[in-house]
C-alpha cells in the first residue's frame, strides 16, 4: 500500500520551509538548502488546507506567541533515533543541552557521538527541537539548517523565554 505525502510550504523569518505529511502526522520539516531536506516529488500532492494546523503553530511560533508545539509527529527512524528524538521534545523552550546531557538523558551516558548523529537526522526541525543541543562548551555545533539558522532559533527562544 503506498501512503500519499502531502506537503506545503510556508515563510518564515529563517526562509522558507517545507512541511510534509502522511496525512495524519507531521514527517518533515525543512528549510531551504537544509542538509538532508527533502525536496517534493512528482508523486508528492501540495495541500495547503491539510496542513493549516502545523503553518498555524509555526507562525505562533515565529511570532513569540507558542513556547510548545502539539501536533502529531511521525517521524521515521531507527529506535534509537526515535528515543533521541522524543527527548530533543523534552528540552524546554529556551533551553539548550549539551550532546553528551542528552546521552545521559535517554540512559546512554556515553553514547554522545550517536547522539549527535541521531540529532543531525531529525526530519522535523524547530518542531522536534534539535536546534537546542550544544557542544559541551557551550558552542554552537552541526546543524542541517546551518549554524546562522540555529543562532537566529536559539537568539528567537532566549527572547521568548523572558516574557
Given at each position: 500500500m503506498?501512503?500519499?505525502?502531502?506537503?506545503?510550504?510556508?515563510?518564515?523569518?529563517?526562509?522558507?520551509?517545507?512541511?510534509?505529511?502522511?496525512?495524519?502526522?507531521?514527517?518533515?520539516?525543512?528549510?531551504?538548502?537544509?542538509?538532508?531536506?527533502?525536496?517534493?516529488t512528482r508523486e508528492w500532492r501540495r495541500d495547503d488546507a491539510a496542513l493549516k494546523r502545523p503553518c498555524a503553530q509555526l507562525q505562533s511560533y515565529f511570532a513569540g506567541e507558542l513556547h510548545e508545539?502539539?501536533?502529531?509527529?511521525?517521524?521515521?527512524?531507527?529506535?534509537?533515533?526515535?528515543r533521541v528524538w522524543r527527548a530533543l521534545c523534552d528540552i524546554p523552550f529556551g533551553?539548550?543541552?549539551?550532546?553528551?546531557?542528552?546521552a545521559r538523558r535517554i540512559g546512554?551516558?556515553?553514547?554522545?557521538?550517536?547522539?549527535g548523529l541521531a540529532n543531525?537526522?531529525?526530519p522535523i526541525s524547530i518542531v522536534v527541537p534539535c536546534h537546542r543541543v550544544i557542544g559541551a562548551d557551550g558552542s554552537l555545533t552541526g546543524y542541517g539548517g546551518g549554524l546562522?539558522?540555529?543562532r537566529w532559533l536559539l537568539a528567537h527562544?532566549?527572547?521568548g523565554s523572558l516574557i
Open positions: 503506498t501512503t500519499t505525502t502531502w506537503y506545503t510550504t510556508i515563510a518564515s523569518p529563517i526562509g522558507e520551509l517545507l512541511l510534509k505529511s502522511d496525512g495524519e502526522s507531521v514527517t518533515g520539516l525543512y528549510m531551504h538548502k537544509h542538509k538532508r531536506g527533502a525536496t517534493p508545539f502539539d501536533l502529531a509527529l511521525a517521524p521515521e527512524g531507527t529506535p534509537f533515533q526515535q533551553e539548550t543541552v549539551s550532546y553528551g546531557e542528552l546512554q551516558p556515553t553514547a554522545s557521538r550517536a547522539v543531525g537526522r531529525n546562522a539558522r540555529k527562544e532566549a527572547k
